[in-house]
Nanobody, 121 residues
Framework: QVQLVESGGGLVQPGGSLRLSCAAS????????MGWYRQAPGKQRELVAQ???????DYTDSVQGRFTISRDDAKKTVTLQMNSLKPEDTAVYYC???????????????WGQGTQVTVSS
């Protein structure tokens, strides 16, 4: 059984920084792509950033240059460093990972429970 647990959300003033972390645990053979999504009230969940198993990264335009995604395969973690935060970044942030439980299985997507990020003065 695989679990993703996020941490690091909170309240920050505009222009501030937050660091989100997501740790995977359970029956894990390997991890493919990992990513962060967010969902603001009344809006659809959107991809914020993702990182492949080969450490290739991709960002949505609105966070390019402000957010940085990274991963540590030894610790089975993915991190989102968020700088120059804006009120429009306010949302619940979710971690997602495509995880292979055993060498003979295909990868499945797993989601964390979400962590609230609020940017407000």
């Amino acid at each position: 059984q695989v679990q993703l647990v996020e941490s690091g959300g909170g309240l920050v003033q505009p222009g501030g920084s937050l660091r989100l972390s997501c740790a995977a645990s359970g029956s894990i053979y390997s991890i493919n792509a990992m990513g962060w999504y967010r969902q603001a009230p009344g809006k659809q969940r959107e991809l914020v950033a993702q990182i492949t198993a080969r450490f290739s990264t991709d960002y949505t335009d609105s966070v390019q240059g402000r957010f940085t995604i990274s991963r540590d395969d030894a610790k089975k973690t993915v991190t989102l460093q968020m700088n120059s935060l804006k009120p429009e970044d306010t949302a619940v942030y979710y971690c997602k990972a495509n995880i292979i439980a055993s060498s003979w299985l295909r990868g499945n997507d797993y989601w964390g429970q979400g962590t609230q990020v609020t940017v407000s003065s």
